[in-house]
């Protein structure tokens, strides 16, 4: 997992084909007040979901989700939340990968889990390897917009 203010990205990721074009989607966007749903940047390469939530109490144990094909880029425009991160590799699997939902599920308690604030203008890059739970409120649940911007695993 990285963790940054997108203006400080440059030279924090590999500038692949795939993560330049989600950093340039957000740098062009962040002020944008884009309505919920999905936006196309280039096909099923590279895709970005806006979304608009309350944040919501962190559970013990943590609900994780992991995906495979996908790297999150998830960058959060207005409020601010906590996200949990804990190696996939520690996760007690609780519901197995699904295709139609890119994903698997798994717990830890919340002892075992680091906790990261996020901001408006902040981000957090989480690799298949890095179970996360979004969503958590950053004290008071509060409503957020998020734009989760999913790129493709390069081969």
Known sequence: MIVAKLEHMTGQIAPTPNMQRALDFLRQMRGADLPDGRVEIDGDRVFALVQSYPTVAASDPVLFEAHRKY?????????????????????????????????????????????????????????????????????????????????????
Do not use: C, M, N
């Open 71 to 155: 790297i999150d880029v998830q960058y959060v425009a207005a409020g601010q939340e906590v996200i949990a991160w804990a190696s996939a590799g520690y996760l007690d699997v609780t519901a197995g990968y699904e295709e139609a939902k890119e994903a698997w599920f798994g717990t830890l308690p919340a002892a075992g889990t680091t906790f990261v604030r996020l901001a408006a203008g902040e981000l957090a890059v989480l690799y298949p390897t890095d179970g996360h739970a979004p969503r958590l409120a950053a004290g008071a649940p509060a409503a957020v917009k998020k734009i989760v911007v999913k790129v493709a695993v390069e081969s």
